[in-house]
């Protein structure tokens, strides 16, 4: 446990004690003729010890969303003007035919290879099949090896102060619920 818990714990155990106290002397008051003199306080107790940790504590509220930042400036380009086409040329004349040349018997060399030709559009989609037969149904597997028998269950002294730190809180407040209830009822019977 650490420091900071016990010091808790000791400021909370103080101040039911304080609690309990009021609820004795309100009863004193209506009971004073039934008790004999009060003794001395006994001597305090050193104080308990757990290695079970305390429930966890609550997540806390989510903080506020900051503000959206500002807009950035889009950036401003200036791009120039194109100019104006020009006039398209005169076609030029047409050069006289030269005189044929002998055949060679030498071949050209391969051209290059042409263009690839535009591809066709896609044919329309074609009918859907009839659906086919249900399956057989599969056979049932076989059943599993039965499991190992398991331990009997053990209550260790750990799990006792488990039980007793988890049921503090609630041992205490049925605690105070019967003695208010017990004081209310003296109360009225001495009225």
């Known amino acids: 446990m650490s420091e900071t818990a ?8 103080d101040e039911l004690e ?5 609820f004795e002397k309100e009863h004193q008051a209506f009971h004073s003729s039934r008790r004999g003199v009060e003794g001395p306080r006994g001597l305090q107790g050193e104080p308990g010890v757990s290695n079970i940790p305390g429930p966890a504590g609550k997540d806390g509220r989510d903080g506020v969303d900051g503000r959206n930042g500002r807009d950035g400036n889009d950036c401003v380009c200036k791009v120039g003007l194109d100019g104006k086409d020009g006039k398209p040329g005169k076609d030029g004349r047409d050069g006289k035919d030269g005189v044929d040349g002998k055949d060679s018997v ?4 391969a ?4 263009r690839n030709g535009v591809d066709g559009k896609d044919g329309a989609p074609g009918n859907d099949g009839a659906p086919g037969k249900d399956g057989v149904d ?4 076989k059943d599993g090896r039965d499991g190992v028998d398991g331990q009997d269950g053990v209550i260790t002294p750990a799990d006792i102060a488990h039980m007793e ?7 205490k407040h049925d605690v105070q619920t019967a003695l208010r209830a017990h004081f209310a009822e003296s109360h009225q019977s001495n009225s």
């Not at 030498?106 to 060399?109: A, E, F």
């Open 6 to 13: 016990a010091v808790n714990l000791e400021a909370r155990v």
């Open 18 to 22: 304080k609690k309990l106290g009021s």
């Open 106 to 109: 030498v071949p050209g060399p």
């Open 111 to 114: 051209g290059k290879d042409g």
């Open 165 to 171: 730190a988890k049921y503090r809180n609630l041992w």
């Open 138 to 141: 599969g056979v049932d597997g």
